[in-house]
C-alpha cells in the first residue's frame, strides 16, 4: 500500500518530512490539513497529536525525525541523508535535534505572530491544498481558531521578540559554522542537517521553492521586514534559500 504523509500544509516540520520523501524518491499520498483540523485525522492514523504523520510499510512515524530516519534506513543506499561515517551520522542527528527545538518552534511563531491577525493571508496560504469543508470552517470560525493557536503556541508581542532572539542565535551559530566556506553543515554532501535547518528556516527566508503560499517581503510590516532581509543576508539564510534552491526539487523529481 502507498504511504501516507498526514501533514499541516502550511508547516515547515511537514515540508522537511515531504522534502526526504520527495528525494529519496518514495512515493506516498498527502493527505494535507488545515491546522487544528489536523487533530482528528492525526489521532485516527495512529499518531499523537502533531504533524506530520507518516504510515508506511504498516508502521505509524509521527515525528518529523522518525520519518528521516526511517526512510534514510530504508533508502536505497542507506546513509543518504546522514553523511558518510558514523562520526558525521551522530553530527548529522545532534544538528537535526537542535534545529527542531531550537529553530522550528521560533520561526512558526513569528511568521503566526504576523500573519494571523490578516485573515486573507492566513486562509491564502491554505488555498487550493486543504479539504474544501475545513477551508470553508476555518473562514467561518476564524476568530475563534485564531485565539485558539495564539493560546496554544503563546503568540503575543513578547513571544515574537522571544522567538527573534532565539533566530538570530541559531543563525549567528550557524553563520559561523559556514565561515570557512564549507557547502554543506556536515561532510562534502547534502544532509538532514542541511535539509532540516534550511526547512525550519523558510518561513524567515522566504525560498520561493517552499510549497506552501508565505508572505512576501512587501506584505510584511516594516519592522519585520527589516529583520527577514536581515536573516536573508546572513551566512545562514543565504545557505537555507541555496539548499532550497538547488536540493529542494519537486514532488517526483530528484535535483
Ligand atoms: N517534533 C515534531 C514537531 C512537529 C510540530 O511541531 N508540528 C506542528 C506543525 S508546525 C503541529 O502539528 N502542531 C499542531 C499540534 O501539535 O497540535 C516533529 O518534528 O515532527
Redesign the pocket.
Known amino acids: 500500500m502507498v504511504a501516507r504523509l498526514i501533514?499541516?500544509w502550511?508547516?515547515?516540520?511537514?515540508d522537511?518530512?515531504r522534502w526526504a520523501l520527495d528525494r529519496l524518491g518514495v512515493p506516498y499520498v498527502e493527505e494535507a490539513h488545515a491546522?487544528?483540523f489536523?487533530?482528528v485525522p492525526?489521532k485516527l492514523s495512529g499518531g499523537?497529536?502533531?504533524?506530520?504523520?507518516l504510515v508506511i510499510d504498516g508502521q505509524v512515524l509521527?515525528?518529523?525525525?522518525?520519518?528521516l530516519r526511517w526512510l534514510d534506513a530504508h533508502a536505497d543506499r542507506p546513509g543518504t541523508l546522514l553523511g558518510s561515517t558514523p562520526e558525521e551520522a551522530r553530527e548529522v542527528l545532534d544538528l537535526e535535534d537542535r534545529f527542531?527545538?531550537d529553530l522550528?518552534?521560533h520561526t512558526?511563531r513569528f511568521m503566526y505572530y504576523l500573519v494571523l491577525p490578516r485573515k486573507a493571508l492566513a486562509i491564502r496560504a491554505l488555498e487550493g491544498h486543504v479539504p474544501w469543508h475545513e477551508l470553508t470552517l476555518a473562514k467561518a470560525f476564524y476568530p475563534a481558531a485564531r485565539a485558539i493557536m495564539a493560546r496554544?503556541?503563546r503568540i503575543d508581542r513578547a513571544g515574537y521578540e522571544r522567538s527573534a532572539a532565539r533566530i538570530d542565535q541559531v543563525f549567528e551559530t550557524v553563520s559561523k559554522r559556514l565561515e570557512d566556506g564549507r557547502r554543506y553543515l556536515v561532510g562534502d554532501g547534502f544532509t538532514a542537517a542541511d535539509l532540516t535547518f534550511a526547512a525550519l528556516a523558510a518561513p524567515v527566508v522566504l525560498p520561493p521553492e517552499y510549497p506552501a503560499r508565505l508572505p512576501s517581503l512587501e506584505e510584511l510590516p516594516d519592522e519585520a521586514r527589516a529583520r527577514v532581509e536581515r536573516w536573508q543576508a546572513s551566512r545562514a539564510g543565504q545557505f537555507a534559500r541555496r539548499i532550497y534552491r538547488e536540493e529542494r526539487g519537486v514532488r517526483g523529481k530528484r535535483p
Open positions: 501533514t499541516i502550511n508547516s515547515h516540520y511537514c522537511k518530512a491546522p487544528l489536523h487533530v492525526v499523537q497529536r502533531s504533524t506530520p504523520v509521527p515525528d518529523s525525525t522518525d520519518i527542531d527545538e522550528g518552534p512558526r496554544g503556541m
